[in-house]
């Protein structure tokens, strides 16, 4: 009869262990299939890098990076003189069933000449959308246009428009892979 004893409390001390095994796995992230974290479809966690720029709200868009800031790194960005004094964020003309894209613009002058860049935004899942460094940068120039204007594809930059399609004037696309907006100033 003393080994029913020592059995049983063996058995409670093995299953009180157990149970705490099991408290202390459930408080590591749950995985998927594919080894990463369950997240909201489209939810992106953004690389520690990235620069928190907007959310939004049911009513609001608040700029969690005050727009003359942008407007200092855009012209940093630009580095030839350009004078941004239109920083925005717009959502890309697309496809409804398709997911949203958005931009971050700065739009200036030069000697004159109109000058704008977008840097494509990626969302964190809970309308909010960060600028990484490694976002393709559209920069538009132009010649003899009062003002230039993106041209979308699904959601994506692919062209521009001049606003008065007068003869020799036109809107120069660059496309670049990465920006610096918020690299250590120059």
Do not use: W
Request: some cysteine; hydrophobic content about 35%; overall charge positive.
């Amino acid at each position: 009869m003393k080994i029913l004893p020592r059995l049983l409390g063996l058995g409670l001390l093995g299953l009180l262990v157990m149970l705490l095994a099991m408290a202390c796995e459930t408080s590591k992230p749950t995985t998927n299939e594919f080894g990463s974290p369950n997240r909201i479809k489209g939810e992106v966690i953004p690389a520690p890098e990235s620069r928190k720029i907007v959310h939004f709200t049911d009513t609001t868009t608040e700029y969690t990076t005050p727009r003359n800031e942008l407007a200092r790194a855009f012209i940093r960005q630009f580095n030839d003189g350009t004078v941004i004094d239109k920083v925005q964020v717009r959502k890309a003309p697309g496809n409804p069933n398709e997911p949203v894209n958005y931009y971050l613009i700065g739009m200036g002058l030069r000697s004159g000449s109109f000058r704008a860049m977008a840097l494509p935004l990626t969302g964190g899942g809970d309308n909010t959308f960060y600028l990484r460094p490694n976002a393709t940068r559209y920069t538009l120039t132009s010649v003899g246009c009062a003002m230039c204007f993106f041209n979308f594809e699904n959601g994506r930059i692919v062209g521009t428009t001049c606003d008065a399609n007068a003869g020799g004037s036109s809107c120069d696309l660059k496309v670049d892979a990465n920006n610096t907006l918020f690299s250590v100033a120059r």
